[in-house]
């Protein structure tokens, strides 16, 4: 399956948000609104993972190479991911939102 197939956009099983596809030449893989993720890649993009639990964002990190990253809890089998935040795309990511989410602010 290539990239352009597997970049389609969903709507997101947590918040219900109608989520786009990225539009800077990269996969679509978490919900801009609410940041959550589903576990559905063996490796990326292969859509091969039978788990399909939804993934909660529970952290952000930063590499030189590929910036900050959204650390991804499994809901069901408890794996850990890391996916790049979406910028410079159509629906970026809500960082701030998920920020004030996290200190219980409206």
């Known amino acids: 399956m290539g990239k352009k197939r597997e970049n389609r956009g969903f709507v997101c ?3 219900g ?7 800077n030449g990269s996969y679509r ?3 801009p609104a609410c940041l959550y993720s589903k576990h559905v890649d063996v490796l990326p993009g292969d ?3 039978p788990c399909r639990g939804l993934m909660r964002p529970i952290g952000l990190t930063y590499k030189s190479k590929k910036g900050y990253q959204i ?5 069901r089998c408890g794996a850990r991911k890391v996916n790049r935040v979406a910028v410079d795309t159509v629906q970026p990511d809500d960082l701030a939102g998920w920020l004030r989410t996290l200190h219980g602010e409206q």
Request: proline content about 5%.
């Open 47 to 49: 859509r091969l993972n």
């Open 13 to 15: 099983e947590n918040c």
């Open 29 to 31: 893989n978490h919900c």
């Open 17 to 23: 948000t109608r989520v786009e596809p990225a539009t």
């Open 71 to 75: 650390v991804h809890e499994c809901l």
